[in-house]
Structures are given as C-alpha cells and as structure tokens.
C-alpha cells in the first residue's frame, strides 16, 4: 500500500460525457502527478500540481483539467469523453515539487469509454 | 521529441536465467530512475542512478548507469516468478517526467 489513494477504481461511461477522478495523496506530501497508460503509449505525464499550484504540464489535452484543493487531494476531470481516452489513470504524490524524488503511485482508475 | 527507448519490449523466461533489459535515450540526462509496476498495480521505485558509471545493487537486481549518462541497463540474476512485471525508466530532469515505453518480464515457473 502506496499511501496514495484513487476513487472510483473502476468507471463505464459514453461518449461525451464528462468524469472527474480523484486523488489522494500520501500524508505529508505536497506534490501530485497525474499519468495516463494505455496499451499503445505506454504511461503519459499529463500534469503536476505542488501545494494547489500547477508545477509542470505534459501531454494533458484541453479536454482534460486539474486542480488540487487547499487539504492537497487533487482531481483530474475529464470532458467530451472520446473511445480513444480509454485507458489506466494513475495518480503519484512525492514530497517535494521535483520530479525526481521519489513517486508513489495510487492503484490507478480504470476508465472505459463506450 | 526526446526519445527514451527500452528494449527488449517482451521477454519471457525461465525461473533461475539471467536476463538484462536496457534503457536508452536519445540525449543525455542528468539522473534515472527505475520503477517496477505489477499488474494491476501502480508503479513502484526501484533505484535512482544519478553518476556517469554508476552501479547499484538491489538483491539480484543490479543497475547501471552509462559512463555518457545516455543509457542505463538492469539485469537480473536467477530470476524468479515474483519478477514479473513491467520495468519502466524514468529520465530527469526536466518539467515533463519522461517514461520510456517499458519492458514486460515474464518469468515462467
């Protein structure tokens, strides 16, 4: 057990629609990532949030956000779902705003666009 | 596009090989790390190699980190059925945390 938690571990929704992941990160950390694996891309960085701000932007489309609250849980949403978003979303703390200390990674949310 | 490679992309063996896997990047790096993700799991940290030439020891697993600091491979020794996984790099630094494409071991029984 990573300490990070994720909810919902799994989520079936259509086209179109619109989902919101959410994360929390292990106690004392300040640092959330968000990633996105799928077979053929393997695992994506899509964004890092320190301490509410946003940190460093990856390969995160429009159609996705983020935002991490005052209490340092963060949420990823996820809009105008397309079958291509399909995929694994993991979300990572560490506690310092650099990416290369150590990340912990949550159990991931498996999203299935139908 | 900084590329980070991993290769082989399969490999399936025998409980009790040797095996190495390899890391390589397109440019240099200042630091590497490598994570062990089992399935259904989120990725776990393994080691981070930092010096040009170094080596780290972890049980049977040992890692090195290329004297140019464009490469780094792990090799396993006697490997066992709880080595199954995917090994993934990491490169750093940099804003954007780079992945390479990741190599997923098989040990057969």
């Known amino acids: 057990d990573s300490g990070v938690t994720q909810t919902p571990k799994h989520l079936i929704t259509a086209t179109g629609q619109r989902v919101t992941l959410r994360c929390s990160p292990r106690?004392?950390?300040?640092?959330v990532y968000w990633y996105q694996q799928s077979l053929d891309q393997g695992l994506q960085f899509l964004i890092q949030y320190y301490n509410g701000e946003e940190r460093a932007k990856g390969n995160i489309l429009e159609r996705f956000s983020a935002q991490q609250f005052p209490d340092l849980h963060s949420e990823l949403n996820l809009s105008s779902l397309e079958l291509g978003d399909s995929a694994l979303y993991f979300c990572a703390s560490s506690r310092l705003d650099s990416g290369a200390s150590e990340q912990y990674f949550g159990p991931g949310t498996r999203l299935t666009v139908t | 596009t900084q590329l980070l490679e991993q290769s082989p992309q399969f490999l399936s063996i025998q409980e009790g090989e040797n095996l190495t896997v390899y890391c390589n990047s397109s440019s240099v790096f200042s630091s590497l790390q490598w994570y062990r993700q089992e399935p259904g799991e989120g990725p776990v940290l393994l080691v981070t190699?930092?010096?040009?030439?170094e080596v780290k020891k972890l049980k049977r697993l040992t890692f090195q980190f290329g004297d140019a600091r464009k490469d780094s491979s792990l090799h396993i020794t006697a490997a066992q059925p709880g080595d199954t996984g995917l090994y993934l790099c990491?490169?750093?630094?940099?804003?954007?945390?780079?992945f390479g494409t990741g190599t997923r071991l098989t040990v057969i029984p």
């Open positions: 106690s004392g950390d300040l640092s």
């Open positions: 190699v930092v010096t040009g030439g």
């Open positions: 990491v490169r750093y630094p940099g804003d954007n945390l780079f």
